[in-house]
């Protein structure tokens, strides 16, 4: 069954009653959430979901189900599980999130400052990657964390845009992840623009202002492969 993704329209929101439409052992599904499933490269979001006698089931990781926008709620093992149909209150962690919103945002904003094509991706609560097919002696640590917290700095506004399928079809060269491919499946494709920095399909959370993620530091840059050139990154405060 399709969930509602309350996250998709307004990242910030940290808690939401919900309907429970399934339990089954891959986890519980709810007819909206606030909780991230795992994709493009971020982890899913955990946190707790509370029943109306106020017992709270952990939520340890968020998946995608099978369904089309759909969204499962891994419960911690051994919990309690909520009746089909039962009313809940979803609660996400929002410390973590909030940190994963920032790196996420800082990964698109690296992304423009490291010309080259991305090969991948990932964004986990203390750190956050980005990997390019580009010369090791292309990069230069301290240039690039110099011209990302540069960027940062301007303090722009993000905004989410949506196109159709045969728009993003007619712009590739919108898709510059090429190990993540843009969410599609209704027909229309959501992008984050950063104006005058960035603009790409991407279906995870954001900040709603680059200047919220503060300074980053880059940890480390090293060869993974022969082609990628993996750039570690975390949040400077
Ligand atoms: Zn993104």
């Given at each position: 069954m399709t969930t509602e993704l309350l996250f998709r329209d307004d990242a910030y929101l940290k808690t939401a009653t919900a309907r429970v439409v399934a339990v089954g052992e891959r986890g519980i599904e709810c007819d909206r959430t606030v909780f991230y499933p795992q994709g493009g490269g971020q982890v899913g979001?955990?946190?707790?979901?509370?029943?109306?006698?106020?017992?709270?089931?952990a939520i340890t990781d968020t998946r995608k189900g099978d369904a089309f926008d759909s969204?499962?709620?891994?419960?911690?093992?051994?919990?309690?599980?909520?009746?089909?149909?039962?009313?809940?209150?979803?609660?996400?962690?929002?410390?973590?999130?909030?940190?994963l919103m920032r790196l996420h945002t800082a990964l698109h904003v690296l992304s423009c400052v490291v010309a080259a094509p991305v090969t991948g991706g990932n964004i986990a609560p203390d750190k956050a990657r980005l990997d390019f097919d580009i010369?090791?002696?292309?990069?230069?640590?301290?240039?690039?964390?110099?011209?990302?917290?540069a960027l940062i700095a301007r303090g722009i506004d993000t905004e989410t845009v949506w196109i159709t399928d045969e728009e993003l079809d007619a712009r590739p060269e919108l898709v510059k992840t090429m190990s993540v491919q843009p969410p599609r499946g209704a027909g229309r494709v959501r992008l984050l623009r950063?104006?005058?920095?960035?603009?790409?399909?991407?279906?995870?959370?954001?900040?709603?202002?680059i200047g919220e993620i503060g300074a980053i530091r880059v940890l480390r840059i090293r060869s993974e492969g022969r082609r990628n050139r993996r750039v570690e990154i975390a949040l400077a405060g």
């Open positions: 979001d955990t946190g707790v979901l509370l029943r109306a006698d106020g017992e709270r089931i969204v499962v709620h891994l419960p911690a093992p051994g919990t309690a599980l909520p009746e089909v149909g039962e009313t809940v209150t979803l609660e996400i962690d929002w410390a973590r999130r909030h940190a010369d090791m002696s292309l990069l230069d640590a301290q240039k690039i964390e110099r011209e990302t917290n950063i104006p005058g920095i960035d603009l790409q399909p991407c279906g995870g959370t954001h900040v709603k202002n």
